[in-house]
């Protein structure tokens, strides 16, 4: 140990120069480019605690690991001290931290580690960590009357192949950060921390985010080659986002003030008949070019799309089935959604084809006013349909930041007596 | 396992224990205080098939004797237990009509637990039994850790009194041909194996030929021999002009197992480490259905891998109170639950096949077994802290 450095040392002597730093590793990384980066690799730390979780309106980092847990004790008080070691781990890890202090390298040779070591010489990463409750949390605590109306399951979509054993859970951790190593160790430490009140029932590792989350970020673009989310809202946005992704006072229990609704679906990509499609029609289908991000019969990414746009045939310039013109607030009465995906890639499936798609996230004030109608109107006509398919599906009521003192989680857990 | 590192905690010699048969046990040692030892004569246990009759509900701090007679049809084992089940001390394989003698030092006063177990199985017919005063002694934490590696020392000693004549009945089974006879003696003598297998493991030598696997990699001329040879078999090949040959080797080395036994003594840590390794063990070969891969008779092994790991805690039961009270309860609790879990699964005295096993109760199991291997793998770093 006496050789090596510490992840505390680290953090100590690149805390002053830490700018400098992430501007470094910025520059490189977005060589050519108009928009720096801010949530490129460096030593960022994101602030665990506050007014709203970390993880949700900050800038999206590159990779995620998503997993649900099921509970496997149903007493309130373990669930509580399972809560209250992780905010402890979670706030640490955040910060660049072990999990305990002292925990990868115990002073007691005999001892087990507490934390399990792999980021020591890792930085922060801009590690977020958010949690959330699923609907059959409250039944299996024994508190239904807590359930917020909001966290009802949502309605079977047209293609949908869901499987249970990626559907669903009790909890929901999902851990964002610029190292996957960082993001796959605070899932791992906080799993661990949780044996005999949790179990984990499906987890997701996603790397390249598909979803802007800043006005400060370049859209980046999903495993169909195209640009995703440019229409996302942002962070930069408080007066949107307090209309469509922070619960309100009076919107539903007091508990969830603050908080928001997380809808996860994993969206398999059929890559390999994709692939073979010609430019046009996949530009047909999606209702952008390809190149740069810009609705068709436009000419920048972010110019607005034009779906009055006829051509001389006097057919619409951006097809009535084209994803880009279902998904919009304009065909959908306004609704938007906060987009946080990612690429996957597990491997290949057993006939030698890409398992692979788009880890889809999105934090909404209400998921039945706001997802359900763009994902039914998407199912029944989007020509994308025939290139995807969602195999996994979860809703969760994610609460709000956590205050100085407090645990994740203690607003709702404490109040119900 | 080193035996070097050891013996430095022995040199008190505190607590001394000995079960088994009358006419084969070592005299009894007085212990150190001695200052009630023998006080009120010996405790009657009349053990039947639906009773456990204890002649006394207490008895002095000191040594305590009990003969345990069995007057049921199937053979029993008596216990008797402190906080966490930790066993103070035990008779296995007591056959219907034998009386078998139990001494054991009890030093402390309060409120201890007598089974029964006809049948061998299941948590037993059970009292609770009443320790008064205190036997002189020092209790430093040094003490503590003699009297925890005396204690398992007196765990391993009885189960492998019970693994020698369980193995020679497979045996003698086997160079029979009674195929059936040896099919449900297997699981039967294997558990007394599986509860002290990181003892057995710590003789190298020995392991691989007791229970080593077809597919193991050997030393040239070294050739698949010990239980899992007979396994395949009796459940798959039928038996072999060689399997008498293979089983006489069998029982050879668990003879040999039982001599080095002995002499072996277990620091603390090692103990500790044991129990943790008896869950690695349920996790990567019983779970799995690797181990008992013919007879698919892992759910035995499992739950004696699980008594083995919660034999070695409760011998450490009084340091982990002493460093660490809020572990203690931890453990209780996922023993209980992985105990509960396999109840389930019961069936008559034995347990399901592995092959009847869906997927999901192997997940249910490796969440209960995932759930007290997180407070077992503490154990270690408290006693040692």
């Known amino acids: 140990m006496s050789g090596g450095i510490s992840r505390r040392r680290l953090l100590g002597w690149t805390g002053a120069g830490a700018a400098v730093a992430g501007v470094g590793a910025v520059s490189g990384y977005t060589l050519g480019r108009s928009e720096p980066d801010v949530a490129s690799p460096g030593y960022d730390i994101v602030d665990f605690r506050g007014t709203y979780q970390a993880g949700i309106a900050t800038p999206s980092q590159n990779e995620l690991y998503f997993t649900a847990l099921d509970l496997t004790s149903t007493g309130k008080a373990s669930v509580q001290r399972m809560l209250s070691q992780w905010t402890t781990a979670a706030e640490r890890m955040t910060r660049g931290l072990e999990t305990a202090e002292n925990g990868a390298l115990p002073r007691n040779p005999e001892a087990a580690p507490a934390d399990t070591g792999e980021t020591l010489d890792l930085p922060a990463s801009s590690l977020t960590v958010t949690i959330g409750f699923g609907s059959t949390f409250f039944d299996k605590l024994g508190i239904p009357e807590r359930r917020p109306a909001e ?73 169909f080659g195209f640009k995703d989310g440019t229409n996302n809202l942002k962070a930069e946005e408080p007066d949107l986002l307090d209309e469509h992704v922070w619960v309100q006072g009076g919107d539903g229990p007091d508990w969830m003030t603050g908080g928001t609704y997380l809808v996860a679906r994993r969206i398999r990509m059929h890559i390999e008949t994709w692939d073979r499609t010609s430019l046009n029609e996949q530009e047909t289908v999606i209702g952008r070019t390809k190149g740069s991000g810009a609705p068709l019969g436009g000419t920048g990414e972010f110019e607005p799309a034009n779906f009055a746009a006829i051509d001389a045939n006097g057919t619409p310039v951006i097809p009535a089935s084209s994803h880009v013109r279902l998904a919009s607030a304009e065909s959908l009465n306004g609704v938007k959604i906060l987009r946080r995906g990612f690429n996957f890639v597990d491997g290949s499936d057993d006939r030698g084809h890409l398992n692979a798609g788009l880890f889809f996230i999105c934090f909404v004030r209400n998921p039945h006013t706001q997802f359900v109608p763009m994902q039914r109107a998407l199912a029944a006509n989007d020509r994308l349909m025939d290139y995807i398919q969602h195999t996994g599906s979860a809703v969760f009521a994610c609460p709000p930041g956590v205050a100085e003192g407090e645990y994740w989680g203690q607003r709702l857990l404490e109040d119900a007596v | 396992m080193s035996r070097r590192s050891v013996a430095t905690l022995l040199t008190a010699g505190a607590a001394v224990a000995l079960a088994g048969c009358t006419s084969t046990a070592p005299p009894a040692a007085p212990p150190a205080g001695g200052a009630s030892a023998a006080a009120g004569g010996p405790i009657t246990v009349q053990a039947a098939d639906t009773a456990c009759q204890v002649s006394a509900p207490e008895a002095p701090a000191g040594t305590i004797t009990f003969n345990v007679t069995n007057g049921g049809n199937k053979v029993t084992e008596f216990y008797l237990y402190g906080t966490g089940d930790r066993i103070m001390g035990e008779v296995e394989n007591i056959g219907p009509g034998l009386t078998r003698q139990l001494i054991v030092e009890v030093p402390d006063g309060g409120t201890y637990t007598t089974a029964c177990k006809p049948g061998m199985i299941g948590d037993g017919i059970r009292a609770p039994f009443n320790v008064t005063g205190d036997a002189a002694r020092s209790v430093d934490t040094n003490t503590k850790l003699a009297e925890a590696t005396a204690g398992y020392k007196r765990y391993t000693t009885s189960q492998v009194e019970a693994l020698v004549p369980k193995t020679q009945e497979f045996v003698d089974a086997v160079k029979a041909g009674n195929v059936d006879q040896a099919k449900s003696l297997f699981p039967v003598a294997r558990t007394y194996w599986e509860r002290i297998e990181p003892v ?62 002995a002499t072996v003594e277990l620091t603390p840590v090692q103990m500790a480490n044991g129990a943790k390794e008896l869950l690695d063990e349920v996790a990567t070969g019983k779970i799995t259905g690797e181990e008992d891969r013919y007879s698919h008779t892992d759910l035995w092994d499992f739950k004696a891998n699980v008594e083995g790991s919660q034999g070695a805690v409760a011998a450490l039961r009084p340091v982990i109170d002493e460093k660490d009270p809020t572990l203690g309860p931890v453990l209780d609790e996922r023993f209980a639950a992985v105990e509960a879990l396999l109840e389930n699964y019961r069936v008559g005295d034995g347990f399901r096949s592995y092959t009847d096993l869906t997927e999901d109760d192997i997940k249910k199991m490796t969440e209960a077994v995932d759930a007290l291997s997180e407070p077992v793998s503490q154990v270690a770093g408290v006693v040692t802290s």
Not at chain 1, 194 to 209: E, K, M, N, P, S
Not at chain 2, 206 to 226: L, S
């Open chain 1, 151 to 223: 966290l009802a399951d949502l309605p079977g979509f047209a293609g949908d192949r869901l499987e249970p054993a990626r559907s669903g859970g009790d909890i929901c951790i999902q851990a964002c950060a610029n190292d996957p190593q960082v993001a796959v160790h605070a899932v791992r430490n906080l799993v661990r921390i949780g044996f005999g009140t949790t179990a984990v029932r499906w987890a997701q590792l996603g790397y390249g985010r598909t979803s802007s989350t800043s006005t400060q970020q370049p859209t980046a673009r999903n495993l």
């Open chain 2, 200 to 261: 057995a493991e710590s003789f190298g030598d020995i392991d691989p030929r007791i229970d080593g696997r077809e597919d193991d990699e050997r030393d040239p001329g070294a050739t698949f021999t010990g239980y899992h040879r007979l396994e395949k078999d009796l459940w798959v090949d039928g038996l072999q002009a060689d399997s008498g040959q293979v089983a006489d080797q069998l029982m050879t080395d668990i003879k040999d197992l039982q001599a080095r036994v």
